[in-house]
């Protein structure tokens, strides 16, 4: 039975933040997916706690298979990331992915030196573990190209929740990184992404929602959610003129591919 794969969600922080009712929204959350015909779905950390809440929530019994990695956002990228690197090298069943992390020059919540550090670091880890590298990259393709020609990219990269140009798309593509869309392609002034978007080859794509941030149309501005990945890629179908059934089927397998797991029968 052919379904969607949400790529990378962030299903943890009411559960962290109130198990009971965290387990509850959990479950509302996946049935909704489920409905959707959402059957997987990654979940991922940003920092130690939220890497830690990744994997708890991946253990979670449910018709829609869970999974998480570990990670340290660009914005926390002052904390401890050997904390995070002991995490992920105790191992888990269900971690499939280090980050997301890399580099934020928008916001700049660290500075720029913290960053690339805390990168290099986590590029290394993903090597280490011959895990899945999960890149969140905003106004910094510039110095994201040069640490990954410098430290060398892992054998499956993506970036995650792409907002860049198509020039930005192939440089990422040139150097082997795989590219994820999110509801913000759907949004009226997304006409860049857009075209990016028609120019990744369809074996390098993936969807995601970012949940429970930026929400596709007609929903945006309201909270996201794994089942909204649906309407991300009938949405990426409709705009590369590509059979929506056919999209849901490659980037699912890409997405399987990506984090070495089975594909979905």
Same mark, same amino acid.
């Given at each position: ?26 479950? $509302? ?20 706690? $939220? ?66 550090? $805390? ?62 869309? $999110? ?83």
């Amino acid at each position: 039975m052919s379904a969607w794969t949400d790529a990378h969600a962030h299903l943890q922080d009411n559960f962290l933040e109130n198990p009971e009712r965290g387990t509850r929204d959990l479950q $509302s959350n996946l049935d909704a997916a489920l409905a959707a015909n959402v059957r997987r779905v990654v979940v991922i950390g940003t920092e130690l706690a $939220s890497s830690v809440g990744a994997l708890q929530v991946a253990e979670f019994e449910h018709e829609v298979e869970l999974y998480a990695t570990v990670g340290l956002h660009p914005h926390d990228s002052l904390s401890d990331v050997n904390e995070l690197v002991t995490l992920a090298r105790r191992g888990h069943p269900k971690l499939v992915g280090i980050g997301e992390c890399g580099l934020d020059y928008y916001y700049e919540h660290s500075p720029r030196e913290a960053q690339m550090k $805390s990168f290099a670091t986590q590029i290394a880890l993903a090597k280490e573990l011959d895990l899945a590298l999960v890149i969140h990259a905003r106004d910094a393709f510039a110095d994201l190209f040069d640490i990954l020609n410098s430290e060398g990219v892992p054998e499956r990269t993506v970036i995650h929740c792409f907002t860049g140009t198509a020039e930005d798309a192939k440089g990422c593509l040139d150097l082997g990184c795989d590219i994820s869309l $999110s509801g913000i392609v759907t949004f009226k002034n997304a006409e860049e992404l857009r075209a990016a978007a028609k120019m990744v080859p369809l074996d390098r794509l993936h969807v995601e929602t970012d949940s429970p941030f930026l929400a596709p149309l007609p929903h945006r501005g309201k909270p996201n959610e794994p089942a909204y990945v649906s309407l991300v890629g009938e949405f990426v179908a409709d705009l590369r003129g590509e059979d929506r059934e056919t999209l849901q089927n490659v980037t699912s397998a890409n997405t399987a591919r990506l984090f070495n797991i089975p594909i979905l029968d």
